[in-house]
């Protein structure tokens, strides 16, 4: 779906692993049509598709604005809009499964003497 050539536009390829969180996403107008329910997937997740006929862009299309759904804007919102951040894939907190580490009262702030050879 994304060739060599649509990687070269955006970034240099020394950088390519970061191109989806930098880069707006590129496609044609059949490639849009042939894929719509695809693409909407997407722009349901918040990312802007820029279209493109004949190598020049025509259109982007953006997520509904949170205004159109009837709530102001958090900061969040205005920078998926912005292409700024992507939401993330799965739901739920990347913390849950961190163990949860507690020092005893004064730890840190001995170690931090410590360190400073104030100890």
Same mark, same amino acid.
């Given at each position: 779906?994304?060739g060599?050539?649509?990687?070269?536009?955006?970034?240099?390829?020394a950088?390519?692993?970061?191109?989806?969180?930098?880069?707006?996403?590129?496609?044609?107008?059949?490639?849009?049509?042939?894929?719509l329910?695809?693409?909407v997937?997407?722009?349901?997740?918040g990312e802007?598709?820029?279209?493109?006929?004949?190598?020049?862009?025509?259109?982007?299309? *953006?997520?509904?604005?949170?205004?159109s759904?009837g709530?102001r804007?958090? !900061?969040?919102?205005?920078?998926? =809009? $912005? %292409?700024? &951040?992507r939401?993330? *894939?799965?739901d739920?907190?990347?913390?849950?499964?961190w163990p949860?580490? !507690?020092?005893?009262p004064?730890t =840190? $702030? %001995?170690? &931090?003497?410590?360190?400073?050879g104030?100890?």
């Open positions: 779906m994304f060599l050539g649509r990687l070269r536009s955006c970034q240099p390829l950088i390519m692993a970061t191109y989806g969180y930098i880069c707006p996403m590129h496609t044609g107008i059949r490639e849009l049509r042939d894929n329910s695809r693409y997937r997407r722009l349901e997740a802007r598709i820029t279209v493109t006929a004949h190598g020049r862009v025509v259109a982007e299309l *953006v997520p509904p604005s949170a205004g759904r709530r804007p958090s !900061r969040y919102d205005e920078l998926v =809009a $912005a %292409g700024v &951040i939401p993330a *894939v799965e739920g907190d990347p913390l849950d499964r949860d580490i !507690r020092l005893p004064g =840190a $702030a %001995g170690l &931090i003497d410590e360190d400073r104030e100890a």
